[in-house]
Every structure is written in structure tokens, then in C-alpha cells.
């Protein structure tokens, strides 16, 4: 198994990098009043390319059936190590991913930056959760796995594949920093920091409730972080080339 994960860690490796050397030539051939740009921000584009690639090369193990005996062992794993007293504290977490607190807490970020005049960051939060909802809910349709049914759980919708809750908080908690980033730098650190704690909570109590399977969650984080990153990406990559033309 140890070899199988190096294995895969170095394939993802090689991957990323084939994908931004490609993507550093076609800028400086074909688009140059990209690159200062690219250049900027090479750490968050590496990023953007990991967590593309790794969705995609979990989805794969997940259609390909290759990824139940790992799921399993994790999913055991979890339930065997956390207390009972703690399931309460991970019901109230998983209740903060679900459409009725994350729907109202969008409406309320986007007004509040419309009323402060800052449009782009408010299109980025809507904009986000609603792609987010979209992909969650095609990727259910089409993706017919299973939930775990390990123990005894609460019934939940469609597909264990990916995790909706999951999904949607991390577009959520991603475009919220990247907010943060433009409309008070000095309080971005914490918010990532927030934010990355969101989204593993959330992603740890689908785990503990036994509602879904570790690549269920994985993928699901990985989809929702890249789609307010993608976002931003293109929007900044455009009014660079707005700027130059």
C-alpha cells in the first residue's frame, strides 16, 4: 500500500509539473501579456493544478472501483477512534455544510459587498456557490456510488460521490479568502487558516457519521477549492490581457 501511495504521489507530481511547463510555454508564445502575471502567482496556479489533478485521479480510482479496500480501512479507522461524546460536536459541524446555513450566509456576503461597493468579490461568492451547487448536484446524477453502510446512519440523498457538504463549504471558505486577499490583505492568513479548518471539520464529520467515504470528501475539497481559484484565475488573467491590448 506504502508503494502504491509514493507511486501515486509521484505520477501526480510529474502530472502538475508537465501541465504548468506546457501551460509557461503557450503564455510566453502565444499570450506574453499573460506572463508577469503567471509569474505572480506560480505558487497558486501550481496549486489550482494540484488539486485539479487530484480530483481527477481520485474520481478515477472511484469509478474504477480501486479505491474501496483504502475507504474502507479509513472509514473504520475514524469510527473506532472518536468518542461518542464528540459525534454531537461533528453533527453540529456537518450542519454548518448543509444549504441552509451555507445559502443564507452567501445572500449575506454577497449584499454586504455589493453595499460596500465591491462588485467583483461579490460576483466570486455567488458565483462560486452556485457553480458549486451545480457540479455537486451533475456529479450525483452521474456518479451512482453507494453510501457507506458500515453502521447504522442518518439517510441522506443521492450519490456518496462527491460529498455535497464538503464540496460546498470549501467553494465557500476559498472565495471568502480570496475576498480577503483583495479587500483586507493583513487579515488573510487567518482567514486561509479559518478556512482550511472549515473545511477538514466539515470534510472529518461526514467520516464520523459514516455518511460518506474518505475519496467522497478528498474529491469533494479538492472540486470546491479549485472552483473559486479557476474563477479568479480567468477573471485576472483577462483584464491582464484588457490591460496590455
Known amino acids: 500500500m506504502l508503494f502504491k501511495v509514493v507511486e501515486e504521489i509521484t505520477e501526480l507530481v510529474l502530472i502538475v509539473a508537465s501541465i504548468y511547463l506546457i501551460l509557461g510555454f503557450y503564455v510566453r508564445r502565444y499570450q506574453p501579456q499573460w506572463s508577469e502575471s503567471l509569474d505572480k502567482r506560480r505558487l497558486v496556479t501550481l496549486f489550482v493544478f494540484v488539486l485539479l489533478v487530484t480530483a481527477i485521479k481520485v474520481s478515477e480510482d472511484v469509478l474504477g472501483g480501486e ?51 465591491y462588485r467583483y468579490e461579490a460576483l466570486l461568492v455567488a458565483s462560486s456557490s452556485i457553480c458549486g451547487a451545480a457540479v455537486i448536484y451533475y456529479i450525483k446524477m452521474l456518479v451512482n456510488r453507494n453510501r457507506p453502510a458500515l453502521w447504522d446512519t442518518a439517510w441522506y440523498w443521492g450519490s456518496s460521490f462527491p460529498s455535497g457538504h464538503t464540496l460546498a463549504v470549501a467553494a465557500f471558505a476559498t472565495s471568502l479568502v480570496l475576498c480577503l486577499r483583495r479587500v483586507w490583505p493583513a487579515a488573510q492568513s487567518w ?55
Open 67 to 117: 479505491s474501496g479496500t483504502v475507504d474502507t480501512v479509513i472509514l473504520l479507522f475514524v469510527h473506532s477512534h472518536v468518542p461518542t461524546a464528540a459525534v454531537g460536536f461533528f453533527e453540529v459541524v456537518t450542519y454548518s455544510g448543509s444549504a441552509m446555513v451555507l445559502f443564507p450566509l452567501t445572500i449575506l456576503a454577497t449584499v454586504v459587498f455589493l453595499y460596500t461597493n
Open 191 to 245: 482567514g486561509l487558516t479559518l478556512a482550511v479548518l472549515w473545511i477538514c471539520v466539515v470534510a472529518l464529520s461526514r467520516l464520523v457519521m459514516g455518511v460518506h467515504w474518505p475519496t467522497d470528501v478528498l474529491t469533494a475539497a479538492c472540486i470546491g477549492a479549485f472552483i473559486p481559484l479557476a474563477i479568479n484565475a480567468l477573471v485576472t488573467l483577462r483584464g491582464s490581457k484588457r490591460v496590455n491590448l
